[in-house]
Structures are given as structure tokens and as C-alpha cells.
């Protein structure tokens, strides 16, 4: 797995009819510019993750899967990519659900994402108390 530089690809994704509607906010963006060092975006085949660093160590995931490439595909693509984060340091990773996405949130939890409160944010359509959900890496036995 190697995190993808190309922004115009990133903001494809983002952009998507399918995707760019439950980001947040109105008119198109360009988030691919900002997906660089130490941030990570992970694209393949029908889209994949953004990871925003926050703090050492820690990353806010972001989700830009296609309808094509939601159940198996995406199962696989977010398992190689905690394990790719994993190998590069990262200890824990979070994200951010609206409370309306159901579906996104069954996803991060097969994805062993815990629920771990919420969080009153405004990305542009008003406040809204999003769910949060984390992983941490397990502890290594000494």
C-alpha cells in the first residue's frame, strides 16, 4: 500500500456525487492539496480513506468509498489501511459519524472502531452532535 500524492485524484473522490453530499458544508472542495506529509490519503479502486494527523501518532479517518466499492471491497481496503498506519506509528486512529449515517457507523465498528461519546461540530449546515469512534493499537506484552 502507498498513500496517493495525486490531488486531483484525492479530490475526485471527495467530489464524488455519492461521497460529497455527507461531507459537510455546500460547493465543491479541494482537500487533495492538504494530503500531504504528515497527513495520509489512502486510495484505491473505488476511493478509500483520508487521514488527517491531529496530534503524535493519531489520525482523524475520513471516508470517500463509491457505491461500487462499499461491502467486501471496503471491508479489505480499511483492514490494509490500519495495518499500513499501524506500520507507520500510528497508535490511534478516530472518526467522526453523523448521527444519521447508520450504515457508516455499522462499517466502523466490523472495523473494530469503538464508540466513544460525541462531539457538537458545525461543518457549515450547523451544529450537529457527531458519534465518535476509535481505535488504538493494542498494548505489546513485554
Known amino acids: 500500500m502507498t498513500p496517493c500524492t495525486d490531488a486531483g485524484l484525492i479530490?475526485?473522490?471527495?467530489?464524488?456525487?455519492?461521497i460529497r453530499p455527507f461531507i459537510g458544508g455546500a460547493g465543491p472542495l479541494e482537500i487533495g492539496k492538504l494530503m500531504?506529509?504528515?497527513n495520509v490519503a489512502l486510495i484505491g479502486e473505488?476511493?478509500?480513506?483520508?487521514?488527517?494527523w491531529t496530534a503524535p501518532g493519531t489520525y482523524e479517518i475520513h471516508t470517500v468509498i463509491?457505491?461500487?466499492?462499499r461491502g467486501?471491497?471496503?471491508?479489505?481496503w480499511a483492514a490494509r489501511s490500519i495495518d499500513y498506519m499501524?506500520?507507520?506509528?500510528?497508535?490511534h486512529l478516530w472518526t467522526r459519524i453523523h448521527p444519521n449515517h447508520r450504515h457508516?457507523?455499522?462499517?466502523?465498528?466490523k472495523m473494530g472502531l469503538k464508540s466513544c461519546g460525541s462531539v457538537l461540530t458545525d461543518f457549515g449546515d450547523g451544529p450537529v452532535a457527531y458519534n465518535l469512534y476509535n481505535w488504538r493499537k493494542?498494548?505489546?506484552?513485554?
Do not use: K, M
Open 72 to 76: 467486501q471491497w471496503a471491508f479489505e
Open 46 to 52: 473505488h476511493g478509500g480513506f483520508l487521514l488527517s
Open 11 to 18: 479530490d475526485h473522490y471527495v467530489n464524488h456525487p455519492d
Open 104 to 109: 457508516t457507523a455499522i462499517f466502523t465498528r
Open 86 to 91: 499501524e506500520s507507520i506509528g500510528a497508535d
Open 66 to 69: 463509491t457505491p461500487e466499492g
Open 36 to 38: 500531504i506529509a504528515p
Open 138 to 142: 493494542p498494548c505489546q506484552q513485554q
